[in-house]
């Protein structure tokens, strides 16, 4: 089996900072792309932002410049910096990672999410 676990989230008022980060353990046998995704109340599930192995980083438009991606892929742990927040960056942020397993077949898997709570 495997597992994605967040933490990070919470409760910070508008200009405030949080640092979510996710680790995935298991049966992994390598993973390609994390990413973070997020899903404000009556609203899709978005993307905020991927990275890949090598470090390649992907971004909403909504979120450059103030959320900043990375990985350490030892750790198997994906991180989400989040500065200048917004009340409209509020929402549950779910996890992402894109892997092989040690099955070698190639899986999607999603954490549980993390609320994040933006205060005007």
């Known amino acids: 089996q495997v597992q994605l676990v967040e933490s990070g989230g919470g409760l910070v008022q508008a200009g405030g900072s949080l640092r979510l980060s996710c680790a995935a353990s298991g049966s992994i046998y390598s993973i390609n792309a994390m990413g973070w995704y997020r899903q404000a109340p009556r609203k899709q599930r978005e993307l905020v932002a991927t990275?890949?192995?090598?470090?390649?980083?992907n971004y909403a438009d909504s979120v450059k410049g103030r959320f900043t991606i990375s990985r350490d892929n030892a750790k198997n742990t994906v991180y989400l910096q989040m500065n200048s927040l917004k009340p409209e960056d509020t929402g549950v942020y779910y996890c992402?990672?894109?892997?092989?397993?040690?099955?070698?077949?190639?899986?999607?898997?999603w954490g549980q999410g993390t609320q994040v709570t933006v205060s005007s």
């Open positions: 990275i890949t192995t090598g470090g390649s980083t």
């Open positions: 992402n990672a894109d892997m092989i397993r040690t099955s070698m077949r190639r899986s999607n898997y």
